[in-house]
T-cell receptor
Framework: AQRVTQPEKLLSVFKGAPVELKCNYS??????LFWYVQYSRQRLQLLLR??SRESIKGFTADLNKGETSFHLKKPFAQEEDSAMYYC?????????????FGSGTKLNVKP | DVKVTQSSRYLVKRTGEKVFLECVQD?????MFWYRQDPGLGLRLIYF???????EKGDIPEGYSVSREKKERFSLILESASTNQTSMYLC?????????FGQGTRLTVV
């Protein structure tokens, strides 16, 4: 079965502290992994995807196939990073891509 | 910019009513999805559609149905609304492997 696990419901850090949001997945195939973010009163939007290997708003995520993890990291958290973060997996089923989301982690960055 | 628009931000309906949630996308995407978003449970897939008139059940289809008569429009139907269907509903359309979301409809069933 396909599954995305985010073990932390809530993560609170102080401004300037490093942050790591954990994500583990199980999938029988070659998935694509993503992080989506939802700021207060805004729609869910793509933050980054593993295939682009880029840093967005200071966040990075490395796909570790051995550990089936895709943790999101930022060395110095900012207050504007406070949001709900969802790890997602996209896998091909037949001719279309199906998306599976984790349960989400709420990041609270304190001043 | 891809736009996915859900017809209502907030809805209040009575138990037993038939409820329609509408979603329109303007980028000619073939795949469209309906999720419900609940605290602690994340996004759970209700139904998805990969073409006009084609639909597949997601993980929690019970009590819901969908309609896709035109490529740009994907409707979620609650046949007989119940209080446990009070939730935030998100529509998404996908281009290849990226999903674009609507702003959400917060449905309250009283």
């Amino acid at each position: 079965a396909q599954r995305v696990t985010q073990p932390e419901k809530l993560l609170s850090v102080f401004k300037g502290a490093p942050v790591e949001l954990k994500c583990n997945y199980s999938y029988s195939g070659s998935p694509e992994l993503f992080w989506y973010v939802q700021y207060s009163r805004q729609r869910l939007q793509l933050l980054l995807r593993h295939i682009s290997r880029e840093s967005i708003k200071g966040f990075t995520a490395d796909l570790n196939k051995g550990e089936t993890s895709f943790h999101l990291k930022k060395p110095f958290a900012q207050e504007e990073d406070s949001a709900m973060y969802y790890c997602a997996l996209s896998g091909l089923r037949g001719n279309f891509n199906k998306f599976y989301f984790g349960s989400g982690t709420k990041l609270n960055v304190k001043p | 910019d891809v736009k996915v628009t859900q017809s209502s931000r907030y809805l209040v309906k009575r138990t037993g009513e038939k409820v329609f949630l509408e979603c329109v996308q303007d980028m000619d995407h073939e795949n469209m999805f309906w999720y419900r978003q609940d605290p602690g449970l994340g996004l759970r897939l209700i139904y998805f559609s990969y073409d006009v008139k084609m639909k597949e059940k997601g993980d929690i289809p019970e009590g819901y149905s969908v309609s896709r008569e035109k490529k740009e429009r994907f409707s979620l139907i609650l046949e007989s609304a119940s209080t446990n269907q009070t939730s935030m509903y998100l529509c998404a359309s996908t281009l290849s492997t990226e999903a674009f979301f609507g702003q959400g409809t917060r449905l309250t069933v009283v």
